[in-house]
Each structure stands twice: as C-alpha cells, then as structure tokens.
C-alpha cells in the first residue's frame, strides 16, 4: 500500500523493541529500505534483491525515520550516508 513519508514513520514507531517486529519500505523505483527491532537494537538495512545483499546497521529512530523520509520524498536509499560500521550481509 502506498504511504507518505509521515505514514511511513508512524508505522515505525508503533514498532515495538524486541518483538522482532518488521517494515519494509519499497520506493517507486524499486529501492528498499527494511528496519527490525532486534536483540541489539534498531536494525536498519538496505536490501539490494539485484545482489542478494541487505547493507546496514544498529540504528536511532531518528536515522531511520530520515532514510524512511529521504526513500518516500527523493525515491533514493541513502544508507552509506549513515556513516559509522556498515555491514553487508549476502542472503
């Protein structure tokens, strides 16, 4: 279902830490960003389904409020702007 930025980040905070909860966000031209509440923290990812990759990390809400608004307004998935240990991971 479509949302706008403001829809977006109000599914992520109803989100409730260490339930494992999920949101998926895919923008109009396919790029996607994926959070989860995990053991560690806020997990936030970029999933590239092309390369079978997902790239992130342990983040704020803040910052994934801002990749959640950058993927709904500019249609782009900033995630190397986070800086700090990025990690890849291959699926």
């Known amino acids: 279902m479509p949302l706008d930025a403001v829809e977006?980040?109000?599914?992520?905070?109803?989100m409730r830490p260490l339930s494992r909860d999920f949101l998926t966000a895919f923008g109009?031209?396919?790029g996607c960003v994926q959070v989860?509440?995990?053991?560690d923290g806020l997990w936030l990812e970029e999933l590239n389904t092309a390369g079978s990759t997902s790239t992130g990390?342990?983040?704020t809400?803040?910052?994934a409020e801002r990749m959640l608004?950058?993927?709904?307004?500019?249609?782009?998935?900033?995630i190397d702007e986070l800086g700090g240990?990025?990690?890849t991971k291959r699926w």
């Open 85 to 87: 240990d990025l990690v």
């Open 57 to 59: 990390r342990i983040a």
């Open 28 to 30: 109009r031209s396919g």
């Open 36 to 39: 989860a509440w995990e053991r």
């Open 69 to 78: 608004t950058v993927l709904a307004t500019e249609d782009r998935v900033p």
């Open 8 to 14: 977006a980040c109000l599914l992520l905070r109803a």
């Open 61 to 63: 809400i803040a910052e």
